[in-house]
């Protein structure tokens, strides 16, 4: 698991998520533990590392 800081794209609060390297390419929403807002996550892994990574606000 890698931990990968990045800022909530609705209330700009920086929030820690682990992200699991074993699958090389994810899409999930997941909700900021901080305002409780869906959040796409894109990310995508060489190896064990992060090389791509996009935090995107759901449109309501």
């Not at 931990?3 to 820690?16: G, N």
């Not at 899409?27 to 190896?47: M, S």
Request: hydrophobic share 35%; charged share 20%.
């Amino acid at each position: 698991m890698n931990e990968h800081v990045f800022q909530c794209p609705y209330c700009w609060e920086e929030i820690s998520m682990l992200l699991d390297a074993s699958v090389s390419s994810q899409a999930y929403i997941e909700d900021c533990e901080v305002c409780c807002n869906p959040i796409e996550v894109y990310v995508r892994f060489e190896g064990n590392e992060v090389i791509e990574f996009s935090a995107n606000s759901i449109e309501q």
